[in-house]
Each structure stands twice: as C-alpha cells, then as structure tokens.
C-alpha cells in the first residue's frame, strides 16, 4: 500500500512570505495530523483531523497558521505569514481511527521549511 | 503537561546491546511508545507498551517500563549499522494517539 505523500519536499522563503504543504494520507485512514518538527526535538502535534472535522488544534498558532481537509482526504498547511521561528520539518501522518486503543500513526516523509 | 526526556546521543559497536533511556512525567499516560527516524523520513512506529505492563519483547527489541519511577527503556539486541538512527520515547493516552507526547529523540551511532 502506498504510504503518506507529503509535498514539496524543501521550501526556502523569506520572513513575512506565506507558504502551503500538502499531505495525502493512506487511502481508508480517518484521522490525519500536522506536527511540527524542530531541529534537534520531537515533534509537537499542531492539528488533528477526524475525517474532515478538527479534533484538536490547541498547539496550532491560529493568527499564522491554518490547516483545512477538505472531502476528510488530503489536506493542506497553511502559513502566513512566515516567521524565523517556523523554520522547522513539517510532518504529517495518519491512522485508521484517532479515537482506537492503539493507534498506529504512518508518518510521511516530511516537508523541510527554511525561513530567511 | 507531560515531560518526556531522554538522553542525546549513544555510540555502540555493531554486535552489542544498546539500551536507550526515557523518564516521563504524567503518570496517567496509559502508552508509551518506540518511535525511528532516519535521515530525510518520517517516524516509524517500533513497538509500544501499556501502562499495566512490565516488559514487552519483539524480536530484537526488548522493553521495559519501571511504572512507580516512570522510566521507560528500549534495548535493541546485536545492534546492527542499519539501527543507526534517532529513536524517539513518546507517551499518550488511552483513546487517542495524537495525544502523545515526544521526547527530544535519541541519536544511536552504531560503529562496525
């Protein structure tokens, strides 16, 4: 089965500019997220998607940053605008179904953001 | 909120154990997780361990959870140069992975 697509791979923009990643889960997989990935840390869940509904975006800075899932498949991060602090690899995974025990998280390969 | 820390960097020669270390904070995390990262990928999940459990073996992979000190560890058998990579702990909750929370990642270097 193929795996999470995420595109583009790299973006370099500057400061103030606006940007947009694009993920495409495993085809059947309900819940997508958005994490975001910093030089030397863990990544920190930024949004959580079940079908095409927010299940939670409490880590999501709402005056820059939007994410939407339109028709609960692909879906689209949005930043605008950039800030140095962004700078980071944006991941995005999915699962069958957010609300199991254990649920088995496929990660993509991630989007790699430099911010001049 | 939950704090997950582990220890930056471990170096091991190809053929002997490696055993990376995490301690969490909240003792209600009901998971904890195993994940690999390696160069230019995403994360892959290794394996996991309930709360209610003591040790959970996979092959190579052993884990062990000290629940009362809230210490987590996986020990990686024979350690071959294709387990270079950072591993990273993360803790969660029952009912929703997303919830889970990530340490800082460990760099295993396996030397031939």
């Known amino acids: 089965e193929a795996g999470v697509a995420q595109s583009p791979r790299y973006k370099i923009i500057e400061k103030r500019q606006s940007v947009a990643f694009w993920c495409n889960p495993i085809?059947?997989?309900?819940?997508l997220y958005w994490y975001q990935q910093i030089l030397g840390q863990g990544p920190k869940l930024l949004i959580q998607?079940?079908?095409?509904?927010?299940?939670?975006d409490s880590q999501l800075p709402k005056d820059r940053f939007s994410a939407e899932r339109l028709k609960g498949v692909d879906s689209t991060l949005k930043i605008q605008p950039a800030k140095l602090e962004d700078s980071a690899v944006y991941l995005c995974?999915?699962?069958?179904?957010?609300?199991?025990?254990?649920?088995?998280?496929?990660f993509g390969p991630g989007t790699r953001l430099t911010v001049l | 909120g939950e704090d997950v820390e582990q220890s930056l960097f471990l170096s091991v020669r190809e053929g002997d154990s490696s055993v990376i270390n995490c301690t969490y904070t909240?003792?209600?995390?009901?998971?904890l997780y195993w994940y690999k990262q390696e160069p230019g990928a995403g994360l892959q999940l290794l394996t996991y361990?309930?709360?209610?459990?003591d040790m959970k073996q996979d092959q190579r992979l052993t884990v062990l959870l000290n629940k009362k000190d809230k210490h987590l560890s996986l020990r990686i058998a024979d350690t071959q140069t294709g387990d270079s990579a950072i591993y990273f702990c993360?803790?969660?909750?029952?009912?929703?992975?997303?919830?889970?929370?990530f340490g800082d990642g460990t760099t295993l270097t396996v030397k031939p």
């Open positions: 995974a999915s699962s069958l179904d957010g609300s199991g025990q254990v649920n088995e998280q496929f």
């Open positions: 361990i309930f709360s209610n459990m």
């Open positions: 085809s059947g997989h309900a819940t």
């Open positions: 993360a803790a969660g909750f029952e009912g929703n992975a997303g919830k889970s929370t």
């Open positions: 909240d003792s209600s995390s009901t998971y």
């Open positions: 998607f079940q079908n095409n509904g927010v299940v939670d």
